[in-house]
């Protein structure tokens, strides 16, 4: 059994909150990333504590209301699909503030989570104000979302993108990885992927793997499921007929995306 992707819990037909995902420092290789799904109900509250970490609240689908007890942002979320491919609203909330989230209409919420000390404001992050960009050339061509990027000063330690691939495309490619804290040329940075397909019965191929191969897994990965990647180049095909989306979790010790490709495949670069 694979040790780097996380296959979906079901939900109990009673149950009004359903922790789809969750990905800690305890269950997992991971030190500056932690991750949740959760499927709440129309009507249903979710709440935490956050203590020494900072969260990011994503509205994947439904409409949602989030308070961090001072402030409440009501009715956000944009979309019934992740596949409509417009940006939908989030929240960031620092360490040591508490957050409720309430649905709306049925929902399901991404909780994004790195150690933070330094307190800074609640924020909305609203759909309207996301930057999008799109990637790549030939078949290596993908659609971003920057929910946090590293541009953004909101956060401590959270980077959080949205991905969009085509069918027959590859992303997150050519491969290149960010596990070095090497810095201004390489920034150590863990990584999730939540991955969900459209039509929902297809899949992905997802390779995680180092220099040495010391890590070297290659997965079949289905709507729903979480891929870690603790370290190493992580490239993701997309098969023909399907299109993939992904969701982005990335923290270190620097708040800095730099990374470094496969030189063994940059070349196709140069194309």
């Given amino acids: 059994m694979s040790k780097l992707r996380r296959k979906p819990a079901k939900a109990e037909s009673t149950s009004a909150v359903t922790i789809v995902h ?3 420092a305890e269950n997992s290789s991971l030190k500056y990333v932690e991750f949740k799904i959760v ?3 129309p009507g249903a509250k979710y709440s935490e504590e956050l203590a020494k970490t900072e969260c990011c609240i994503v509205a994947l689908t439904g409409k949602i209301n989030v308070t961090d007890k001072e402030e409440t942002f009501h009715n956000i979320g944009t979309r019934e699909s992740v596949f409509e491919k417009i940006p939908t609203d989030s929240v960031y909330v620092s360490n040591d503030r ?10 399901r919420v991404a909780l994004c ?3 933070s000390e330094k307190q800074l404001p609640t924020k909305l992050i609203r759909a309207s104000d ?3 960009e799109n990637r790549g050339t030939n078949n290596n061509k993908r659609l971003v979302h920057n929910i946090l990027p590293d541009s953004d000063p909101s956060a401590n330690s959270l980077l959080v993108v949205e991905v969009y691939t085509e069918s027959g495309n590859w992303s997150s490619y050519p491969p290149h990885k960010h596990d070095q804290d090497n810095l201004p040329e390489e920034s150590f940075l863990e990584e999730t992927y939540y991955h ?3 039509p929902q019965q297809g899949f992905v191929f997802q390779r995680v793997y180092t220099d040495d191969r010391s890590l070297d897994e290659t997965m079949t990965v289905e709507n729903g499921d979480v891929v ?3 370290v190493g180049y992580h490239p993701v095909g997309v098969p023909d007929g399907y299109q993939s989306y992904y969701l982005n979790v990335m923290a270190g010790p620097t708040r800095t995306w730099k990374f470094h490709n496969d030189p063994d495949h940059e070349w196709i670069l140069k194309r």
């Fill in 22 to 24: 969750e990905v800690t």
């Fill in 39 to 41: 499927d709440l109900a």
């Fill in 98 to 107: 508490s957050f409720e989230v309430e649905a709306m209409s049925q929902a």
């Fill in 113 to 115: 989570y790195s150690p």
């Fill in 130 to 132: 996301i930057t999008f």
């Fill in 196 to 198: 969900e397909m459209n």
């Fill in 228 to 230: 870690i990647v603790p």
